[in-house]
């Protein structure tokens, strides 16, 4: 079979279902190739599920700091309702709904592995051999996101491991859980499954901080609260060798220096690497850089290649499923012929939430970076629990607000929230990063009271003493 599209993608998660609907919308014709569930990983291994698992233990906390509420929390959650909703919000592992939902929005999907052959061109294998080629006329879009990677780690390979699949799957809580990597994945799982059971969990990060990505600060209140819960964090622990007896016996993992911690399973989250190894590539002559991730330019473009990109986590340039549906907006338009300003398709406002309690949430550049990368800063901060609101979440909220200014300019270079559903006040900091609006003119936008978002006044008051002092 053979049949022809403006537009084929390869991988229908969220980048790529979005960047085939924005063709349709445009008026073009698409067709998207899934070899798995249409939906891809965040909708039933990463965001959903994950997130599913913590809120239970979330909300019966933020009831706990309430002194007067407090009372009333005689019991805890229901851990078998909390995996029964999970499983509602990953639709049990069936993906009828979001292929409804692509065929309604006039989407062709083709089930099978898709691979180029040459320019334009996509070669479908599906389950039962049959091959169907797709081609494309205006262009190809790769999407095809990401999967957990596994470090050259001694024993490692040989023996049965969880990644995100596996523990936003478990059908029960072990009672001991073994962490690999203090990443989003690591940090929020084992929040979520020592407050749903597990006897003991341990975090072995060989960094120096928690969510190195961030600022300082951040690592050292993630730690502290994941301290308050049970966690134990071991930071600058190196595993060197890895071992299991038997198949379903306790796992060890030997750290340099020697220590040994066990475990009745071990989650590796240390990192994520595209599968691009088998799309053919090499047919058009594009070479995947370090962990399988394609190059793409601010339009999202192979170099070279005007006709093939990439959106999503398989460019490597922020793997995050709000990043990779923004991205295939840009895609969307530009097949479509529409000019599209790029200014915004790197990561310098790119917005980030963990969701562990309390929450982690930041846009833009940290202050390290805004320093590296040559900007004269200002830093000011502030203890969101502090303000009215915070202080009305009860007992126990505090965290820092932050924010990064660019001392030249008076605008914001970024933002960093931690604190109880700082998530929900992101989005104002993404809009005065991208907006560049200045301070000045932010003294005017102002917060309700009593809520945690008067931070936002208070940030700019410690703003005016800095310029008062100097």
Same mark, same amino acid.
């Given at each position: 079979?053979?049949?022809?599209?403006?537009? #084929?993608?390869?991988?229908?998660?969220?980048?790529?279902?979005?960047?085939?609907?924005?063709?349709?919308?445009?008026?073009?014709?698409?067709?998207?190739?899934?070899?798995?569930?249409?939906?891809?990983?965040?909708?039933?291994? &990463?965001?959903?599920?994950?997130?599913?698992?913590?809120?239970?233990?979330?909300?019966?906390?933020?009831?706990?700091?309430?002194?007067?509420?407090?009372? %009333?929390?005689?019991?805890?959650?229901?851990?078998?309702?909390?995996?029964?909703?999970?499983?509602?919000?990953?639709?049990?592992?069936?993906?009828?709904?979001?292929?409804?939902?692509?065929?309604?929005?006039?989407?062709? !999907?083709?089930?099978?592995?898709?691979?180029?052959?040459?320019?334009?061109?996509?070669?479908? =294998?599906?389950?039962?051999? $049959? +091959?169907?080629?797709?081609?494309?006329?205006?262009?190809?879009?790769?999407?095809?996101?990401?999967?957990?990677?596994?470090?050259?780690?001694?024993?490692?390979?040989?023996?049965?491991?969880?990644?995100?699949?596996?523990?936003?799957?478990?059908?029960?809580?072990?009672?001991?859980?073994?962490?690999?990597?203090?990443?989003?994945?690591?940090?929020?799982?084992?929040?979520?499954?020592?407050?749903?059971?597990?006897?003991?969990? =341990?975090?072995?990060?060989?960094?120096?901080?928690?969510?190195?990505?961030?600022?300082?600060?951040?690592?050292?209140?993630?730690?502290?609260?994941?301290?308050?819960?049970?966690?134990?964090?071991?930071?600058?622990?190196?595993?060197?060798?890895?071992?299991?007896?038997?198949?379903?016996?306790?796992?060890?993992?030997?750290?340099?220096?020697?220590?040994?911690?066990?475990?009745?399973?071990?989650?590796?989250?240390?990192?994520?690497?595209?599968? =691009?190894? @088998?799309?053919?590539?090499?047919?058009?002559?594009?070479?995947?850089?370090?962990?399988?991730?394609?190059?793409?330019? @601010?339009?999202?473009?192979?170099?070279?290649?005007?006709?093939?990109?990439?959106?999503?986590? %398989?460019?490597?340039?922020? !793997?995050?499923?709000?990043? &990779?549906?923004?991205?295939?907006?840009?895609?969307?338009?530009?097949?479509?012929?529409?000019?599209?300003?790029?200014?915004?398709?790197?990561?310098?406002?790119?917005?980030?939430?963990?969701?562990?309690?309390?929450?982690?949430?930041?846009?833009?550049?940290?202050?390290?970076?805004?320093?590296?990368?040559?900007?004269?800063?200002? =830093?000011?901060?502030?203890? #969101?629990?502090?303000?009215?609101?915070?202080?009305?979440?009860?007992?126990?909220?505090?965290?820092?607000?932050?924010? +990064?200014?660019?001392?030249?300019?008076?605008?914001?270079?970024?933002?960093?929230? #931690?604190?109880?559903?700082?998530?929900?006040?992101?989005?104002? %900091?993404?809009?005065? +990063?991208?907006?560049?609006? $200045?301070?000045?003119?932010?003294?005017?936008?102002?917060?309700?009271?009593?809520?945690?978002?008067?931070?936002?006044?208070?940030?700019?008051?410690?703003?005016?003493?800095?310029?008062?002092?100097?």
């Amino acid at each position: 079979m053979s049949d022809t599209y403006d537009v #084929v993608v390869i991988g229908a998660g969220p980048a790529g279902e979005n960047a085939a609907d924005y063709a349709i919308q445009r008026g073009l014709t698409a067709a998207i190739v899934e070899a798995e569930l249409v939906g891809g990983e965040c909708s039933y291994w &990463g965001c959903m599920p994950s997130k599913a698992l913590l809120r239970p233990t979330e909300a019966l906390e933020a009831a706990k700091r309430v002194p007067a509420a407090a009372a %009333a929390i005689t019991g805890e959650v229901d851990v078998a309702k909390v995996l029964q909703s999970r499983d509602a919000f990953t639709s049990n592992l069936d993906d009828q709904g979001q292929v409804d939902w692509l065929e309604g929005a006039g989407v062709r !999907l083709v089930r099978g592995h898709g691979r180029l052959v040459g320019e334009n061109d996509v070669e479908v =294998t599906a389950q039962d051999g $049959t +091959v169907t080629r797709l081609e494309a006329t205006k262009g190809v879009v790769i999407g095809v996101g990401t999967r957990a990677a596994h470090p050259p780690i001694d024993g490692l390979a040989d023996v049965r491991t969880w990644d995100n699949r596996e523990i936003t799957g478990a059908k029960e809580i072990p009672g001991r859980l073994l962490v690999l990597g203090g990443g989003v994945i690591g940090v929020e799982m084992a929040q979520a499954f020592r407050r749903l059971g597990a006897a003991e969990v =341990t975090v072995l990060e060989a960094m120096d901080g928690l969510l190195p990505r961030e600022e300082p600060f951040v690592s050292d209140e993630v730690v502290a609260a994941l301290d308050a819960d049970g966690i134990t964090v071991r930071l600058g622990a190196r595993a060197e060798k890895v071992r299991r007896d038997g198949t379903d016996g306790p796992v060890t993992v030997t750290l340099a220096g020697g220590d040994e911690l066990v475990g009745d399973e071990l989650l590796v989250a240390v990192g994520r690497r595209a599968p =691009t190894d @088998d799309l053919g590539l090499d047919t058009v002559g594009v070479e995947p850089g370090r962990g399988g991730y394609i190059e793409v330019d @601010d339009h999202l473009r192979v170099p070279g290649h005007d006709w093939l990109y990439v959106v999503g986590d %398989a460019n490597g340039r922020a !793997l995050l499923t709000h990043q &990779g549906k923004y991205q295939a907006r840009l895609v969307g338009d530009a097949l479509a012929g529409i000019d599209v300003d790029p200014a915004w398709a790197d990561v310098t406002a790119t917005p980030r939430v963990v969701y562990t309690d309390p929450q982690v949430a930041a846009v833009g550049l940290t202050e390290a970076q805004a320093r590296e990368a040559g900007h004269d800063v200002l =830093t000011v901060s502030y203890n #969101v629990g502090h303000t009215a609101g915070g202080a009305l979440l009860g007992k126990g909220t505090d965290g820092t607000a932050q924010l +990064v200014i660019d001392r030249e300019r008076r605008t914001i270079l970024g933002a960093t929230f #931690v604190g109880p559903g700082v998530g929900e006040m992101l989005h104002a %900091a993404t809009i005065a +990063v991208v907006s560049e609006v $200045t301070i000045e003119r932010l003294w005017h936008a102002v917060p309700p009271f009593p809520a945690v978002s008067e931070v936002w006044l208070r940030l700019l008051e410690e703003v005016r003493k800095l310029d008062l002092a100097s």
